[in-house]
């Protein structure tokens, strides 16, 4: 074989094997990086959930801490009140926005459920439900139909275990 019919054997090789190789790579490359940033989104959502908890242990008098609304509130007090509620409702639209698809991986599903178990929590309040549709105007209608689907079905929940 010549020098040239060495190269030319070569070349075929790399076409046949190495491009492949390097598509599998580049792909799985795709794969990590974009989890690494579904993970990243999530991380950001939890910190600022973990800011509104910090919001709600500041404002202890509200009892957002108890499953049930305690007491009668002063008018300053609902006004914050409804102003954490309104804080907590962005962001779990914010999180629906980021996190939530159609059809999502077994990561996604993970990183969804954990929101969802968040927006359920709250929709048990009674308080929060009552609250929760003025809040919803404007707001992205998949997220809408979600949260008020999680409301429904916390309301009969919370209805039976009464």
Not at 23 to 51: K, N, P
């Amino acid at each position: 074989m010549t020098h040239l019919e060495w190269l030319e054997a070569a070349s075929y090789i790399v076409t046949i094997v190495g491009l492949p190789f390097a598509i599998g790579v580049y792909l799985f490359d795709q794969r990590r990086e974009r989890q690494t940033d579904e993970e990243e989104i999530f991380l950001r959502l939890s910190d600022e959930y973990a800011d509104f908890m910090r919001l709600v242990i500041d404002n202890a008098d509200l009892n957002l801490l108890s499953p049930v609304a305690k007491g009668e509130l002063s008018e300053e007090q609902r006004e914050r009140k409804r102003a954490l509620f309104a804080i907590l409702v962005s962001l779990f639209e914010r999180a629906y926005v980021l996190v939530y698809e159609d059809k999502m991986s077994r990561q996604q599903v993970r990183l969804w459920t954990s929101w969802e178990d968040y927006m359920t929590e709250w929709c048990e309040r009674e308080d929060f439900r009552a609250t929760l549709p003025g809040l919803l105007h404007g707001e992205d209608p998949g997220f809408v139909a979600t949260i008020e689907r999680i409301a429904r079905e916390a309301a009969g929940t919370t209805a039976r275990h009464t």
